[in-house]
């Protein structure tokens, strides 16, 4: 039996810029899901210009928002 189980997110989140880059208890929950078997995809870097948070021109880990920042998902973003 050769299945997949595949989620994948694609999260439009505002919060404190403290918490780009972070790893938390959601995280953690994720990564958990992910060891048992789903496979786990996050969009990444719609947030590379926000400019509230220091981050225009920047980009690179600090432009990552949560939970993409789990350590067991997929997390695909793109280059113009």
């Known amino acids: ?31 958990a899901v992910v060891r048992e078997g789903l496979s786990v995809v996050f969009a990444i870097g719609n947030d590379r210009d926000l400019e509230a948070c220091g981050i225009d021109g920047r980009g690179g880990f600090l432009s ?11 997390t695909v973003g793109a280059l113009e």
């Open 1 to 31: 039996d050769q299945r997949v189980s595949v989620a994948t997110n694609s999260w439009a989140r505002v919060g404190a810029c403290t918490l780009y880059g972070a790893y938390g208890v959601e995280e953690r929950d994720i990564d």
């Open 64 to 74: 990552a928002t949560r939970p993409s920042t789990a350590k067991n998902v997929i």
